[in-house]
């Protein structure tokens, strides 16, 4: 659009609100002194619930399924996300468990043979903390379960999740 055809638009805008200012305050001026009410004409009418909810209504707002329809996992399949005592720590686990990403990065690793000596270092905001198996992470819930060569695996809010190592 045109710098013009945009002044002329705001200038009616503008000239529009002037015009709607002088007719109240005219109302007010000229009237008999009685105040200027709003009009009643797009006024709601009477609401239908006085009390909410209504007895009848509580099956309709149970049944509204808000957050997703609830789905049990079938005999012999799990559930969604790898919750934490319904699997067991292996390779399986390693390779799909979810990226916590949001939880920092693994600036270096020092990996040994027996896993309660392994370390890794996390940087989380700019600052990078050493941790061990079992120490929570900075700044999360994230509980350190297992430390591996290029990755960790968290127990995070009963959720086991992963930090990758990215060199």
């Known amino acids: 659009m045109s710098k013009r ?25 000229a009237g008999d002194g009685a105040p200027v009410e709003p009009s009643r ?16 209504d509580i099956g309709k707002i149970n049944d509204a399924h808000w957050f997703g329809r609830y789905q049990a996992a079938k005999d012999g399949e799990k559930a969604h996300g790898y919750k934490v005592g319904e699997w067991a720590i292996g390779a399986e686990l390693l390779a799909n468990a979810p990226e916590a990403a949001a939880l920092g990065k693994i600036a270096g690793l020092l990996f040994s043979d027996n896993a309660k000596k392994s370390l890794v270092i996390v940087e989380h905001g ?19 379960v297992r430390i591996v060569k290029n990755k960790i695996l968290l127990d995070e809010n009963g959720y086991y999740a992963t930090l990758t190592f990215k060199e």
């Open 126 to 144: 700019g600052k990078q903390t050493g941790y061990g198996v079992g120490d929570r992470l900075a700044g999360s819930n994230a509980i350190i």
């Open 5 to 29: 055809l945009i002044d002329f638009f705001m200038l009616l805008f503008f000239l529009t609100n002037l015009a709607f200012m002088l007719q109240l305050g005219w109302r007010m001026m």
């Open 41 to 56: 004409e797009n006024a709601p009418g009477p609401g239908r619930y006085i009390v909410f909810p209504q007895e009848e």
